[in-house]
C-alpha cells in the first residue's frame, strides 16, 4: 500500500496535513488573475501553440511572462497546455517553446504526446510534465508507465469512478489530478471526431465545434419524430460538480483538483474557485467535525447554465447524467457588477458595469475576503457624478452607494426574488 499521508493527530485532534491544490481555468488575463484573487494555487492557460481551446483568447509568452509573475506575487503557479494531438506540421518549434515556457518559470506543461514529453525529459527542463486526460488513463499501471517515462503527474481520465480512483491512488506514487467541476464530453475523455465529420474543425487539435450541442432531428423508419426545433435532440452530458464528494476526494490524498472552463467567463470562474475554496479550507480545518453545507452547492448553482451531475463518480453515467433537449439548460443568476476600488469615507465604489441593472433592484456582492451580502441599489451615478437610474451600456465606469466595505475585484449579481 502507497497510501499518502493525508493527516495526522495534533494536540489530540486530527488535521490534514495535505491540501489538496486548486487549479483553475484561465483564457485570458482576466480571468487568470480572477481565478487566483478567488483562491486557486495553480491556473492552466493555452499558449499560442500545441493548445486545445483554439477558441479561448490564448496566451503569447508576454502573456505567459505577465501571468507568472503575477501568480508567483500571490503564491500560486502557471500550467500551460500543450495537449494537441500532433500531427506532422506541429512538430517545428516545440524545443524552443517548451526552452522559453521554463525561462518564464512555468510550473508545468500539461502534454498528451509521447514525443513532447521526450523532448521536454532530453531538453532536462525544470518545468514538471503533467500528462493530459486526453490520454484517458483510467488504471494504476498506465500510472506508472507513464511515470517510468518521466512524467510528474497524471491527469486522469473523467471516466474514473470513485471506486477504482481509491485503488489508484492506493497503488501509485506520482502526482494525481482530478476533475470536480465543468463540462463534460459526450466522447470519451474528450476523443470525438463529430466535430471532424461535421465541421472539419479537429477537436482534439483545438478545434470543436461543439457538435454534440447542436439541434438534431430525430427519425424513425424515414419518419420525422420531433415537430419543433424545441423537440429537436442533443446529446450533450451535463456539467460535473462533485461539490458534495470533495471530502471523500480530501481524505483520499488527490494532489489537485481540475476545473475546467477556460472559455468561462470571470463571474463564473470567481464563483467557482472560491465556492471549492471555502469548502476545501472548511473541510481540512476540521475533517471530523465538518457538516456539508448546502450553502457551496447552491453557490454553483448561481454559476450554472447546465443541468449538473456526478458524472461517473459512481459507476458508469446513466440517462440522467445526459442533456436530450436544450430545455433542460438553466439561467445563471445575472453578472452586473465588478468592484474596480472604494473611497471607504465616502463610501462610494467605483465599479464597472457588466450587465444591465437599474436602481431599485437587489443585488448580492460577493467577494474572496468576505462573506455574501445583499443590498438594494439606491443611489447610482455616471462617470461625471450626475445622478442616473438605469446601467446599460457594457463596461461603463460608474459609481455607487454601497451600505459596507467592498475591496477591488468583488463582483455583484441581480437576486431573483
Not at 450541442?213 to 456539467?239: C, G, H, P, Q, V
Not at 459507476?315 to 433537449?325: K, L
Amino acid at each position: 500500500m502507497l497510501m499518502k499521508e493525508i493527516s495526522k493527530v495534533i494536540n489530540g485532534r486530527r488535521v490534514i496535513i495535505k491540501k489538496p491544490e486548486l487549479l483553475a481555468p484561465a483564457g485570458n488575463l482576466e480571468k487568470l488573475k480572477t481565478a487566483i484573487i478567488y483562491g486557486a494555487n495553480a491556473v492552466f492557460v493555452g499558449g499560442k501553440e500545441f493548445s486545445l481551446r483554439s477558441q479561448a483568447s490564448n496566451f503569447s509568452l508576454d502573456d505567459i511572462k505577465e501571468a507568472v509573475i503575477f501568480a508567483k506575487e500571490h503564491n500560486a503557479d502557471v500550467h500551460v497546455t500543450c495537449n494537441i494531438i500532433l500531427h506532422q506540421e506541429n512538430l517545428k518549434g516545440i524545443e524552443e517553446y517548451l526552452k522559453a515556457l521554463d525561462k518564464l518559470g512555468v510550473k508545468a506543461i500539461i502534454v498528451a504526446d509521447v514525443n513532447m514529453v521526450r523532448i521536454a525529459k532530453q531538453l532536462d527542463l525544470q518545468l514538471e510534465i503533467h500528462l493530459s486526460t486526453q490520454l484517458s488513463i483510467t488504471n494504476s499501471k498506465a500510472v506508472d508507465f507513464w511515470s517510468a517515462l518521466g512524467v510528474n503527474r497524471v491527469v486522469l481520465a473523467r471516466e474514473v469512478e470513485y471506486s477504482d480512483l481509491k485503488d489508484i491512488m492506493n497503488k501509485t506514487t506520482i502526482d494525481i489530478e482530478y476533475f470536480i467541476h465543468g463540462a463534460m464530453c459526450i466522447h470519451y475523455s474528450g476523443r470525438c471526431m463529430l466535430s471532424n465529420y461535421y465541421s472539419h474543425r479537429d477537436a482534439n487539435r483545438g478545434g470543436c465545434s461543439q457538435s454534440c450541442r447542436w439541434n438534431y432531428d430525430i427519425y424513425e423508419n424515414d419518419i420525422k419524430l420531433n415537430t419543433s426545433k424545441e423537440d429537436a435532440f442533443t446529446m450533450s452530458s451535463k456539467d460535473l460538480a462533485l461539490v458534495k464528494e470533495i471530502p471523500k476526494l480530501i481524505e483520499l490524498g488527490i494532489d489537485s483538483f481540475k476545473i475546467e472552463g477556460r472559455m468561462k467567463s470571470i463571474h463564473y470562474i470567481a464563483t467557482i474557485v472560491s465556492t471549492y475554496r471555502k469548502l476545501i479550507d472548511a473541510y481540512c480545518d476540521n475533517p471530523d467535525t465538518f457538516i456539508f453545507d448546502e450553502f457551496f452547492e447552491l453557490e454553483t448553482l448561481k454559476a450554472a447554465n447546465r443541468c449538473l451531475s456526478t458524472g461517473f463518480f459512481y459507476g458508469v453515467a446513466t440517462q440522467n447524467q445526459q442533456i436530450f433537449n436544450l430545455r433542460d439548460e438553466q439561467p445563471t443568476q445575472e453578472f452586473v457588477i465588478r468592484v474596480v476600488e472604494y473611497d471607504e469615507e465616502k463610501r462610494i465604489a467605483k465599479i464597472e458595469q457588466r450587465n444591465h441593472f437599474k436602481v431599485g433592484e437587489l443585488v448580492e456582492f460577493f467577494s474572496p475576503k468576505k462573506e455574501h451580502w445583499q443590498m438594494t441599489i439606491k443611489k447610482l451615478y455616471n462617470i461625471d457624478f450626475e445622478e442616473i437610474e438605469i446601467a446599460n451600456h457594457p463596461m461603463e465606469i460608474l459609481f455607487l452607494e454601497v451600505e459596507q466595505v467592498v475591496y477591488a475585484n468583488d463582483m455583484a449579481r441581480k437576486v431573483t426574488k
